[in-house]
């Protein structure tokens, strides 16, 4: 799987974020600061902003979190009306500034910036050929490969037709905002895989991965780009422009936008995610309901389908009570980032706390998002049950992960997945659990009102809407030939 990381993680790990503004007059710098602010969820290894101002194109690009990437003279130094911004965690590519984003190029047509959210699956072999032909790369990333491609093309090319060149060539998931110069790009992949949404402003229009962004800045959600779609946001604020350069039969939109990663409060392919995943858990107590004295959550994913499980439990005639079982310190770090497995246990009771009167003497049910490898899972069974639960029955709102993902989710590999190798019981005695069941891939598709068609689902079904190499795909996957021979401008 491409991934920058060790396999220390405890969960999946959000993508990345990206935005694009063009605004009438005052500097886009600030509006993107807090747009990334917005996003931060979707990425915490680095932060950047690119801006041009008419003249020149100014950069700022830092490892860390966006508060601690910008200072106020940072911001001050970044000129200019029209400008994007990244937040990263690393997909592909090193954990290194080399590898932070924006992507920035200087070249005979011009100056690029380019923030990428997602991952492609050729990007080995479009480098290959690009370097062959005097290319010189400065990271191992596949933003740069979009970069690079995509300036060669303009140096033949319209844009719109070089952004169709490149698209052609690229093979994978990716959502992306561009500088061209004063000119900002917004581009989904034809499948629609990673979120972008357009948004306007009371001074212009700007273009992000979710919608909460555009709230930040008092927007009005426009629409999503749709899958295979070049946005160009006119210099200046004043509109955009569609061109719609390809079509599939079936999109391949990622249901783990709705399980995990998106904020309950952005609205993703026209769904209030929060909505989703009341819905997700309504269908979960439809598929897999059992009658305890308690519902907890998981803070704070699991809280969305808790409260729809518990809802469709009491109009059952259930008497199960929705209670916050579970109190989250939010000033320790993410699990993944503790060195040892002494160390990642202990960070599970610094990082949950369980409310004893909720537990103590209590049958529960607990509701989370997913399990990846079993590890936190089994160590909130046994913290509930040590603060004397009687009985403790997990209920998980997506299906069980069997595969890695390819599209810019670190998801693991298959031989640290616990369901990749082990039935649903199996996992149930791995974690201790009274009872276990996970929602179906058919439950998940109706809660997002999408055929199972429209879904990349890879990570539950081991089939992929890309030509990955040594998986299989779920419907007819034509890869790009690359050796030579721009993609086509038909």
Not at 324 to 330: A, F, I, P, T
Not at 432 to 460: I, K, M, N, W
């Amino acid at each position: 799987m491409p991934n920058g990381r060790d396999a220390t993680h405890s969960g999946p790990t959000e993508k990345c974020g990206v935005v694009g503004v063009s605004l009438e007059e005052r500097d886009a710098a600030r509006p993107l600061y807090y747009s990334l602010y917005a996003l931060q969820h979707r990425g915490q290894e680095s932060a950047g902003i690119v801006t041009h101002d008419g003249f020149q194109q100014h950069s700022h690009v830092e490892m860390g979190l966006v508060g601690d990437a910008f200072g106020e003279d940072d911001i001050a130094d970044l000129r200019g009306s029209a400008g994007i911004g990244h937040v990263r965690y690393p997909t592909a590519g090193s954990v290194n500034k080399s590898c932070a984003q924006p992507f920035t190029v200087s070249f005979k047509s011009g100056a690029l910036g380019l923030s990428h959210n997602g991952n492609l699956v050729n990007a080995d072999e479009v480098r290959e050929e690009l370097a062959a032909q005097g290319h010189a790369f400065t990271s191992d990333g596949d933003t740069e490969v979009i970069a690079h491609d995509l300036a060669r093309n303009l140096l033949e090319s319209d844009l719109v037709r070089a952004v169709k060149r490149t698209m052609g060539r690229i093979h994978g998931s990716y959502s992306l905002t561009i500088t061209h110069d004063d000119t900002v790009l917004g581009v989904r992949d034809p499948e629609g895989n990673r979120p972008l949404c357009i948004g306007e402003l009371e001074d212009g229009y700007v273009l992000a991965s979710e919608s909460a962004a555009i709230d930040t800045l008092d927007g009005e959600l426009v629409r999503d780009v749709r899958p295979g779609e070049l946005v160009v946001l006119q210099p200046g604020g004043e509109g955009f422009d569609s061109y719609q350069l390809f079509e599939r039969e079936n999109t391949a939109h990622c249901f783990f936008e709705h399980v995990y990663f998106a904020r309950p409060d952005s609205v993703i392919d026209d769904e209030l995610v929060y909505e989703v995943r009341r819905e997700l858990g309504r269908q979960l107590w439809e598929e897999g309901g059992i009658e305890t004295d308690v519902v907890m959550p998981v803070p704070d994913s699991g809280r969305a389908f808790a409260s729809g499980y518990a809802e469709a439990a009491q109009e059952e005639g259930s008497g199960v009570e929705f209670a916050e079982g579970l109190m989250k310190n939010r000033y320790v770090g993410r699990t993944f980032i503790m060195p040892t497995q002494d160390e990642r246990e202990r960070a599970v009771r610094l990082k949950l706390n369980p409310i004893k009167s909720t537990v103590e003497g209590k049958t529960v049910t607990l509701i989370d998002d997913s399990i990846v490898r079993g590890t936190t899972s089994t160590q909130l069974v046994d913290l509930l049950k040590d603060c004397g639960a009687e009985e403790v029955h997990m209920r998980i709102g997506a299906p069980p992960i069997v595969a890695p993902c390819y599209m810019g989710i670190d998801m693991a590999t298959r031989e640290e997945l616990i369901a990749a190798d082990k039935s649903v019981e199996e996992i149930r005695e791995a974690i201790a659990a009274d009872s276990l069941s996970y929602l179906s891939t058919e439950a998940v598709a109706e809660a997002l009102g999408r055929s199972q068609a429209d879904l990349c689902l890879g990570c539950v079904t081991g089939e992929y809407p890309y030509d990955v190499e040594g998986e299989e795909t779920d419907r007819e996957v034509t890869r790009p030939e690359i050796g030579g021979v721009a993609g086509t401008d038909d």
